[in-house]
Nanobody
Framework: QVQLVESGGGLVQAGGSLRLSCAAS????????MAWFRQAPEKKRELLAA???????IYTDSVKGRFTISSDNAKNTVYLEIDNLKPEDTAVYYC???????????????WGQGTQVTVSS
């Protein structure tokens, strides 16, 4: 089973950018569909972006154009770049790995511990 560790969160001013990292160990990221989710206080966890084992990418409509998912197989790491950060992006960001995005949406798969992103106005 793969273990995931997120990093790169922090306190950022609105309009700034961040790159979140999800370092995998135990298995290679290319063995899984990988995805980024976030959960804000008192809100449901939402899917942001995913990358399939074949390398195709999907994005939730609300983040298209600002969020970019990528993977580096040599570093066994998946990234999420966020541009033009907004206060409403404040949340804990999680990466996940499983056989499909659908199963991750249901909560299955391997999950990291999350990294906090706070955007000040």
């Amino acid at each position: 089973q793969v273990q995931l560790v997120e990093s790169g969160g922090g306190l950022v001013q609105a309009g700034g950018s961040l790159r979140l990292s999800c370092a995998a160990s135990g298995r290679t990221v290319s063995s899984y569909a990988m995805a980024w989710f976030r959960q804000a206080p008192e809100k449901k966890r939402e899917l942001l972006a995913a990358i399939s084992r074949a390398g195709s990418k999907i994005y939730t409509d609300s983040v298209k154009g600002r969020f970019t998912i990528s993977s580096d197989n040599a570093k066994n790491t998946v990234y999420l770049e966020i541009d033009n950060l907004k206060p409403e992006d404040t949340a804990v960001y999680y990466c996940a790995a499983d056989n499909s995005v659908a199963t991750m949406i249901s909560g299955s798969g391997s999950w990291g511990q999350g990294t906090q992103v706070t955007v000040s106005s």
